[in-house]
């Protein structure tokens, strides 16, 4: 091969010639197959490193019935508790030579159940991260996606891997903390109506709050401008205290107390939930639950490797999360 050659030029065709055996001989030692003698397995690699010859790797995974792609399918990239997730997944399956797809339902249940049957036929295996889609819907399509493992889900009659979050347990801890600091009226900012993991924090805090302080629940949303935008009307109610469906909510119902010149904590106190990064660094720094979202990540992909390899599949994990006070929250202004 001549100095101006590229590696990536060099064909299984001529791999073969040079090693004096058939192209199929060298498909099955690129595959591994023990099917061949280990010596003339150790010529045809010596013959492929000196020429530079590089396997396809799309080609080889299809010969194997295998595309060596996951994907993974978030409702909202914009959201960095989804990010964190992405990136324990991503990790976890590049070490094991898997790359990962990903795809944004961009919070449309209804596209939800399309984009996991198109995304499943490109790939191996899914990661479904806090799916929107119907519990009927998912059970409906179940079987045309396997394997696939739930994060942030739970349905009942499904007999799938999940990796899930305690969050009725954070809530029980935020509840706690702010009737402590003598809060008696609190504001939620819901988040998406087909959130289970809003539903259940809904839920918690209906329960949490029963005569310890009023709830008044906010139409929101997921966004940092959802949050900016409802803190008027978190105001209006009343309520010394805001608790945000996430992290994003709360700095951005956070951005907008400042911008009018409510003081946190002094005049209101401020609650997020996920921990993401910049909970860590606003101003003041954000009490929240923080969910170890890297870890859910990795969870999810020890349970879908499983369900790839034939191995023995791990139990379905909950995570509690923390509460991190910092210092959003502080004691009613008498």
């Known amino acids: 091969m001549g100095s101006g050659d590229r590696p990536d030029t060099v064909t299984i065709h001529q791999v073969a010639k040079a090693a004096r055996v058939s192209p199929a001989t ?13 010596e003339l397995a150790r010529r045809v690699q010596q013959v492929a490193a000196s020429l ?14 295998r595309t060596g792609v996951i994907a993974v399918i978030v409702p909202d990239l914009g959201n960095p508790m989804f990010q964190s997730v992405l990136r324990g997944v991503s990790r976890a399956a590049g070490n094991e030579d898997y790359r990962v797809l990903v795809t944004d339902s961009h919070e449309f249940p209804l596209e939800e159940t399309l984009l996991s049957w198109e995304t499943r036929l490109r790939a191996d295996g899914l990661v479904l991260c806090a799916p929107r889609t119907h519990d009927q819907e998912l059970l409906g399509i179940a079987g045309k996606l396997e394997p696939f493992v739930l994060v942030n889900r739970h349905v009942d009659g499904m007999n799938v891997p999940t990796v899930s979050v305690d969050y009725a347990s954070g809530v029980r801890a935020v509840v706690a903390h702010l009737a402590w600091l ?4 609190a504001a939620y900012l ?12 809904l839920e918690s805090l209906h329960e949490a709050t029963h005569e310890r302080m009023t709830l008044d629940v906010i139409e929101c949303g997921s966004m940092h401008e959802d949050g900016y935008e409802a803190a008027d009307r978190a105001l209006a109610t009343g309520a010394t205290a805001v608790i945000g469906y996430n992290d994003v909510v709360a700095l951005g119902a956070l951005g907008k107390l400042h911008e009018i010149g409510v003081a946190v904590p002094n005049d209101i106190s401020v609650v997020g939930f996920d921990d993401i990064p910049f909970a860590r660094y606003c101003a003041p720094r954000l009490t929240t639950v923080s969910v170890p979202q890297e870890e859910l990540g990795l969870q999810a992909w020890n349970r879908l490797s499983a369900l790839l390899h034939d191995h023995a599949l791990p139990a379905d994990v909950c995570f509690t999360p923390r509460l991190e006070v910092r210092g959003s929250t502080g004691p009613v202004a008498r």
């Open 26 to 38: 060298v498909s099955r030692v690129m595959n591994r197959r023990q099917s061949v003698d280990p």
């Open 52 to 65: 530079g010859y590089q396997p396809n790797a799309v080609a080889r995974g299809l010969a194997r019935g």
């Open 182 to 185: 003598g809060h008696t009226r």
């Open 190 to 201: 819901s988040g998406p109506v087909a959130s289970t993991s809003n539903q259940e924090r």
